[in-house]
């Protein structure tokens, strides 16, 4: 099936063309399959399972679907089980759709800038972590409701012990929540389903074949590699050098792949030891292999590090590693460079088994073990997972090649027997396994059950209670557990009895379950609130990390504090501390580094040993656990700002900021660095609006990233305004009123926004005498409000094209008005006011004056909540009246943001 016979499925030529240029002139067969023999693209209520070896084509099934379901006006929610994952197919989807006019947003731990559009139905295709959205449901109930399309990518990670059980609680939620939404799950291959396409209510699509052949082979100290393939079965040898250690054997290896200019992806079981063996590598090809020079080049942008300077010296020799202590920037340089052929050898982690595009001529599977807690073999299904890299379709590649290095003959039997010609692990989940006190939680919290046997029918709703737990002894079990877990929610506040006796979750009960957070967390977070005085950053931080190390760390393990550390001012009063504390201490000291104006060398030259990923996901793990503290403390004390300390720590964690370059990190897409940042706020350079008051040569950047930060600034304005528009304009739609007032609130300037500020300001809206003026000088007011007691107040409406409204225009309505004797001073601005002019409002009520800027987006979404009845006249006319200072939209009455 060419990809052209999709215009029949009435998708427009534009689309054709991208999927030409990106993917294949031809669907794969898998894809032509299930879109001829099972419905993928026609409207069908029936769930689909997709099962099919790594790279044979299962993505672009669901991205075909969610396409589809786009153009008809449907959302789409694309689960994913790894960051690296949702981040590379973000950036995918929104370049090929974003042009297009698709509106691509993503959502995981650390990106939380599109929550409140998925919240709101205000996207097309949302791609999620499946905790994420696990955590969404918890706070937003109604998430489902108006999604066309659920893809569940990677949907055998229900198998898995750590993160099943959440999945599984996920896709029983959405299975029983009533909603028409389609289900499309895509896996890995499995032996035996085991009822999991029963349970999801899905026809099962199984391909076996690989587009591309795969030939499975060992590599024995003989130099013979005996393979067996994966299509035809044929059995074949290939012979290279003899080798007597392992390292020797990848050596041999490598060396013919790029002799020949093939490229490989090596599979190491650590983070560290991808970096070992791509130095390793580095050394040996020295002289063979040819630099990668535009990865090199293009390295130049990233942060000035060691880290950096590590990948450009190993690019040197077109050698890469690639784990989860790489940035985001840095692991697309990375990937970006394999895919253009440049860089020949790769040593990843298994990340790169699933999900990110990077297939490779030739894998090798260096260390088939992995690590939980000791040192295990990896599984059939990984192994398959990471193989499948092997053979680019869209290369024409006539096979892939995949190793193990076997030392003896006995091990590549083994090898063998276990892994090529051995049996796929069936389908299978860890559900209930450990305590499920978490589950529990999240039922209540998510207002799925408020009795003990509302819970367990719940949970036997679950792919385990249905097909697992079928004996009595195990359903008896179960209903222990739950017991059990009902009373230790008790115990530590997140659940309570209410008057009618029933259960239901406590504010703070709701905050642990959808953040994630065990009931260890919530106990210990409650305990140093209740003793919290005002600690400086560092006490916070040392909290988080005592917590994390003291439940399942989650953090890097950085390595014991070194004697010169200890001449900190923060250390120099120890005297005698532990190995846990010492570790502990050391990822403070680092962290708190990286929130400092520290240049990122200096950190690295500081904590000898220690990466600035290392520090970096650390600090990422610190502010999971510190933004609980921030949304706990509003629950105990909602009339307090305490808050803020938590919430501004969290967010210089996440991004590695000073509080000054805090406003530098909103900038979506800037491409600045955490030195770059600091760079600029030594230069007076803190906001989004000193951004867009300078000229390219004013930004001391290089003239490139000078430009790009100004585009990026340019474009978080549009698109906030246009984002703002299209859920206003969809919600006035939906309840059949004339959108045209929106459009001129957006669009107009000058008079004829006056004249729209005039349309807008009438009954049944507001009740109050507006008046326009029709003779005016500069600065002054536009229109006149006439309150009921006879007071007048003042109102002045401006624009501008890119660029927020200064403090100097929001205030030169007081000198100007002087004559009307005004009781209060009322701005419309658009797109918003600078930081200036938001910190002057509150100076403007110091001095007694009754002062308020509306943006004009949160003027229109008065009027859009009006008629949706979530305000009244009477409120509007008070916040017109009464309110004073900065009006931004988290100061209405209903939260819609």
Request: hydrophobic share 40%.
């Amino acid at each position: 099936m060419k990809m052209t016979d999709l215009t029949s499925y009435n998708f427009p030529k534009e689309l054709i063309i991208i999927w030409e240029r990106e993917e294949s002139d031809e669907l794969l067969p898998i894809q032509s399959k299930a879109i001829l023999e099972y419905n993928l693209l026609n409207d069908s209520s029936r769930n689909l399972l997709v099962v099919a070896p790594t790279s044979s084509g299962k993505t672009f099934i669901g991205e075909l679907s969610a396409v589809k379901k786009a153009l008809e006006f449907k959302r789409t929610l694309f689960l994913v089980p790894f960051r690296a994952i949702a981040e590379e197919l973000y950036v995918n989807f929104v370049n090929k759709y974003k042009a297009f006019g698709l509106n691509i947003v993503i959502s995981n731990r650390d990106h939380r800038e599109f929550d409140s559009d998925i919240i709101n139905g205000q996207y097309s295709i949302a791609i999620v972590v499946y905790e994420k959205l696990a955590g969404l449901i918890i706070m937003n109930p109604e998430l489902f409701a108006g999604v066309g399309l659920i893809i569940a990518d990677e949907v055998q990670m229900m198998m898995d012990e750590d993160r099943g059980p959440t999945i599984e609680l996920l896709l029983t939620k959405l299975l029983l929540s009533g909603e028409k939404v389609r289900v499309i799950a895509l896996s890995a291959v499995l032996d035996k389903l085991n009822n999991f396409d029963k349970w999801l209510n899905a026809e099962v699509l199984i391909e076996q074949y690989r587009p591309v052949e795969l030939r499975e082979g060992v590599y024995t100290t003989d130099g013979r590699v005996n393979f067996l393939e994966f299509n035809s079965k044929n059995k074949g040898t290939e012979i290279f050098n003899t080798w007597e250690t392992r390292e020797q054997g990848l050596v041999n290896l490598v060396q013919s792949f790029i002799k020949k200019d093939e490229q490989v992806l090596i599979f190491c079981s650590t983070r560290q030891s991808t970096i070992e063996i791509a130095h390793m590598l580095s050394e040996k090809l020295s002289g063979i292999s040819s630099p990668a020079i535009e990865s090199i080049k293009k390295a130049n942008y990233l942060v000035d590090s060691t880290t950096r300077e590590e990948i450009q010296n190993l690019l040197r020799a077109s050698v890469a590693y690639h784990n989860s202590d790489l940035a985001l920037e840095e692991r697309l340089l990375i990937e970006e460079g394999f895919r253009n052929r440049e860089i020949k050898a790769i040593a990843c982690t298994s990340t790169l088994s699933m999900g990110v595009n990077v297939p490779a001529r030739n894998v090798i599977v260096y260390e088939p073990i992995k690590w939980v807690g000791q040192s295990v073999p990896i599984s059939v299904a990984d192994y398959k997972n990471m193989v499948g890299r092997s053979g680019r379709y869209s290369a024409g590649d006539p096979y892939g090649c995949s190793y193990l290095i076997a030392e003896s003959q006995a091990k590549a039997a083994s090898y063998n027997n276990t892994y090529i010609q051995g049996k796929l692990e069936a389908f299978t989940s860890s559900f209930g396994e450990h305590a499920i006190d978490s589950q529990v939680l999240e039922i209540i919290a998510g207002g799925l059950a408020n009795k003990p046997d509302e819970i367990s029918r719940f949970i036997f709703s679950t792919y385990n209670g249905k097909y697992k737990w079928i004996t009595d002894i195990s359903k008896e079990a179960i209903n222990q557990m739950i017991s059990e877990s009902i009373e230790l929610c008790l115990e530590y506040g997140a659940i309570e009895i209410n008057d009618q006796g029933n259960l239901c979750s406590t504010r703070s009960g709701r905050l642990c379950a959808s953040g994630g957070y065990s009931l260890d967390h919530l106990r210990r977070a409650k305990d140093y609130l209740e003793s919290f005085n005002n600690d400086v950053d560092i006490s916070i931080l040392y909290w988080a990390l005592e917590t994390d190390y003291n439940f399942g760390s989650q953090a890097y393990h950085i390595r014991k504090l070194r004697s010169n550390e200890f001449r900190s001012g923060i250390a120099s009063n120890l005297i005698a501390i532990n190995y846990d504390q010492c570790v502990i201490l050391r990822r403070c000291l680092a962290c708190y580094a990286w929130i400092l104006s520290m240049p990122t060398r200096q950190i690295e030259a500081n904590f000898p040993g220690v990466t600035i990923g290392a520090i970096r996901n650390t600090s990422e793990v610190c502010a999971w656990l510190i933004s609980f503290l921030s949304d706990l403390i509003k629950d105990i004390e909602p009339e307090s700002n305490r808050y803020v300390v938590f919430e501004e720590l969290a967010d210089r964690l996440t991004h590695g900021a000073t509080k000054e370059s805090l406003g530098l990190c909103r900038i979506r897409g800037s491409g600045l660095s955490r030195d770059d940042r600091n760079h600029l706020v030594n230069r007076d350079i803190k906001t989004i609006d000193d951004v867009l008051a300078s000229n390219p040569e004013e930004i001391p950047l290089p003239q490139a990233k000078a430009i790009r930060l100004i585009k990026a600034a340019e474009s978080n304005i549009d698109d906030n305004m246009e984002k703002r528009k299209r859920f206003q304009r969809t919600r006035l739609s939906s309840l059949g009123i004339d959108t045209s007032i929106l459009n001129k609130l957006y669009e107009k300037e000058g008079r004829e926004l006056e004249y729209a500020i005039d349309d807008l300001l009438k009954p049944p809206f507001i009740n109050l005498v507006c008046q326009r003026v029709t003779k005016q000088n500069e600065g002054e007011p536009d229109h006149l409000l006439y309150y009921s007691n006879g007071n007048v107040f003042v109102i002045q409406t401006t624009a501008r094209e890119k660029k927020n409204i200064s403090m100097i225009k929001a205030t030169s309505i007081i000198g100007q008005s002087s004559r009307y004797k005004p009781a209060g001073y009322i701005i419309f601005g658009r797109p918003d006011f600078e930081e200036l002019a938001r910190r002057n409002s509150e100076n403007q009520i110091a001095e007694g004056r009754n002062y308020k800027l509306i943006p004009i987006p949160v003027l229109a979404e008065m009027f859009v909540m009006f008629h949706e009845a979530y305000l009244s006249s009477s409120d509007v006319e008070k916040i017109l009246i009464d309110c004073k200072g900065y009006i931004g939209l988290e100061r209405l009455t209903k939260r819609t943001i």
